[in-house]
Each structure stands twice: as C-alpha cells, then as structure tokens.
C-alpha cells in the first residue's frame, strides 16, 4: 500500500533529520543561514511535483534520493575511523534513501520524455542546495 509506504519514509526522514540536528547540536556546529529557505524550496518542489501527477512527484523522490545519495556516499568516503558511529549512522541512512528511490520506480518513477528534463533540474538545484550549504 503506498500510504503505508510513505509513512515509513516520511519515519526514515524525521530520524535522519532528528540525528543531524543532534550531531550538529553536539558538534557545535552553526548550521547553515539558508536552512528556511531549503525548507521553504522543498515544500515547492514536492507540492509542485504532486500537482503535476504521481509519476513527477515519483521522480521527485528518485531524483532528490539520488543526489542524496551521491552525498551521503561522498560523507562515507571521507570519514575515518575515529567517527566509526556516524559512519555507520550515514551508511544505514544512505541504504533507507536508496530503498526510497527503488520504491519511487516501483510506483512509476521515470525519466522519459519531458520527465528527463525535470530529473536534471531537480538534481541540479538539490547538488547546488548542498554545495551552497556547505560553504554558508
């Protein structure tokens, strides 16, 4: 059922969220000045991928998750082993991520056509949203 399907990803995404802003807490690290507008700009995406129908707001999700991805892995490759729990925390965050994109595809996720062009634009914003975040 994909209610039921998107309840647990929507548990998988509050838990991501809640250890990040923990670890950023515990870090004292200031997180990023552009974090409301993030906010503001992935309420727009999903709400604007919904109004176009089930296959956009699919890709959406297959999209963001690949770029999430991509992200996470790069974290993974950068961390030693003296941050052996994030680590392990960041690679069981990066396998619920890809098991959202696979469910994207399994509800009708797709890259033909104009679905093509939407893919590269929501992969371009969400690789520049984490480049600029990263640095701001």
Known sequence: NLQK???????????????????????NIEPTKLLPLWDLLGVGLGFGSTILGKKAAMLCTASVEEVIDGHYKNQIDQLGSDEKELKEKIIKFREDELHHKDIAYEEGATKKG??????????????LAINISEKI
């Not at 309840?7 to 998988?12: A, G, N, Q, R, S």
């Open 5 to 27: 399907t998107i309840e647990e990803m929507k548990i998988h995404e509050k838990e991501h969220c809640d250890f990040f802003e923990k670890e950023i807490k515990k870090r």
């Open 114 to 127: 104009l679905y093509g062009i939407l893919d590269k634009i929501i992969k371009t914003g969400s690789k």
